[in-house]
């Protein structure tokens, strides 16, 4: 039987289970099983086969934003409207089969945006290009799902839906679980919290599932099955931000338009009419979590033609990460740092290499004596 006529099977008999105290360790078992055959569908193709064509686009830049969502709801006009790269666009489905890469500059970061052909249901499991999509928004700092305000609500769902099968989490926080084999003793589970979801019978059934008998367990907040499975697939799970775009407003009501804009994490647009445009760019630099910082040499005023950036998921915002970003030893030289903006109390602080800059901060560097 195939991987994916396993995962059906296993659908069937958790929609059959009912739900309750009694049989929550046999489904959280299930789900375990499914999680699996999951991570089986990922495994790259044995023998080869490489990159698939016209995906191997390259890194560039501070950030990477892949923009992933159904066909024609406007992702190459998007990208032609913010970015000087054309990216072809029509009113037919699957204008774009390859991955095109442009960018935006903006307060002194240069983010490369993405653009991809649509994916539909199935994607997950393969269809249209949705494997390759899907890798590319695996790879990226921040993934703007691209939604028509038409038909939004049951896009993001199924969207959702399809990321969420391979292991991407749109918007979480990976759990706060700590989990560790171990060599003998057993399953051990703790916790610090009350917990309504889980207990050392559910965890001993999902850890024996995965073959592993020894293990020391602690769970800091009242984590789901689903949660605790995330963490023992750690290695196929992704926690990935993400910004909800809604095109095409031109299309629906000033009523609809505020529905849509209250939403968490949404930015309304128009690429045809350029509404919001500019607002958008600016989401996406605040989601990225980027930090401009500038550098001063003593004696000297800031330098405040470019900015070093720092970005909260790849580096983060600590003061060595800027020294990396100087100089790759500069970090191992560095006596002491003086700081002048939003993250010290006073001018001119002194800070070690622990501390956590805010944007547009001032930096002076001073290295050891040799
Ligand atoms: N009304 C309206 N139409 C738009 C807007 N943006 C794009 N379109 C139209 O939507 C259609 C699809 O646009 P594309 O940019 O090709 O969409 P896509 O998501 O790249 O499509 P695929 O590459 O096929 O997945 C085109 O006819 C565009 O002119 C918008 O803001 N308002
Ligand atoms: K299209
Ligand atoms: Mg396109």
Known sequence: MGVLERIKEIELEMSRTQKNKATEGHLGLLKARMAKLKAQLLEPPKGGGGKAEGFDVGKYGDARVALIGFPSVGKSTLLSTVTPTQSEAAAYEFTTL??????VNYKGATIQLLDLPG????ASEGKGRGRQVIAVGRSADLILMVLDAQRSSEQKEKITQELESVGIRLNQRRPDITFQKKAQNGVMFNSTCQLTHMNQEIARKICHEYKIFH???LFREDATVDQFIDIIEKKNRSYIPCLYVYNKIDNISIEEINDLARQDDSVVISCNMQLNMDYL???IWQKLG???????????????SQPLILTERRDGHSIEAACTQIHRELASDFRCAFVWGKSTKHY????????QLCD???VQILKKNK
């Open 215 to 217: 293990a020391e367990i």
């Open 290 to 304: 980027l930090v401009r910082v500038y550098t001063k040499k003593p004696g000297n005023k800031p330098d405040f």
């Open 348 to 355: 001119a602080q002194r800070c070690g290499l622990k501390h």
């Open 281 to 283: 760019i600016e989401r």
């Open 360 to 362: 547009e901060d001032v």
């Open 119 to 122: 994916i539909i249901e199935g």
């Open 98 to 103: 390859t991955c095109i890469p442009g960018i």
